[in-house]
């Protein structure tokens, strides 16, 4: 069966996730009602704010970091369509899962190296780029081997082998592209991570 890239009653998620980046961006760059400084991971101030796991995740460095993460949200979207996503609320709980756990993930990778090494990593992460590569993570397992059920409600994902060659491709260059200055290696890692614990549970 051909498969068609048309509107789908799903869409409304993706939607919604593009429109909280766009709004967010104008707030805080473009007519400045928020200061990004509030809104950034900053490791050393979660235990006192801990609203960073989440507002960090909307907030971009710039018009071109949003613009590449408004273009995952599309691929991603492309990739769930090709493997037959069919679940109304899927995208939106994934992202809110996989927030706290790539934020785990992180946490746990931090406390090894003050505890082995004593480095207490002092840096600021915004982005939507680690629940993306969640998602690469999520979808090149599942273009493998399929996925029927997410949390205990149906998906109906099935494996397919363009998506997985795709998927594949895009990881490897994702993965080059996060040694770049400026870069966040360890929140693209650690969101990879998380996608691909997901998909086992």
Not at 45 to 56: E, G, K, N, V
Not at 117 to 133: C, E, Q, R, V, W
């Amino acid at each position: 069966m051909p498969f068609k890239n048309s509107i789908s009653k799903y869409d409304w998620q993706y939607v919604v996730s593009a429109s909280v980046l766009i709004s967010v961006f104008i707030f805080t760059d473009l007519i400045k009602v928020f200061d990004k400084e509030f809104l950034y991971f900053v490791p050393r101030l979660i235990s006192d704010q801990p609203y960073r796991i989440f507002t960090s995740l909307w907030v971009h460095a710039d018009l071109n970091h949003l613009l590449s993460n408004l273009g995952g949200i599309i691929i991603t979207r492309y990739f769930l369509m090709r493997l037959g996503i069919a679940s109304r609320l899927f995208y939106l709980k994934f992202i809110l899962i996989c927030s706290f756990l790539n934020f785990f993930i992180i946490w746990v990778y931090e406390k090894i190296l003050s505890y082995f090494f004593d480095i207490y990593p002092n840096y600021a992460a915004l982005g939507f780029s680690g629940i993306i590569y969640a998602l690469f993570g999520f979808l090149l397992l599942t273009s493998f081997y399929g996925k029927n059920y997410f949390l205990g409600k149906k998906i109906s994902l099935k494996s397919n082998d363009e998506v997985q060659k795709m998927s594949k491709t895009i990881c490897f260059i994702g993965l080059i592209l996060s040694f770049l200055p400026g870069v966040s290696l360890l929140g693209h890692v650690s969101g990879f991570v998380a996608g691909c614990f997901l998909f086992l549970i």
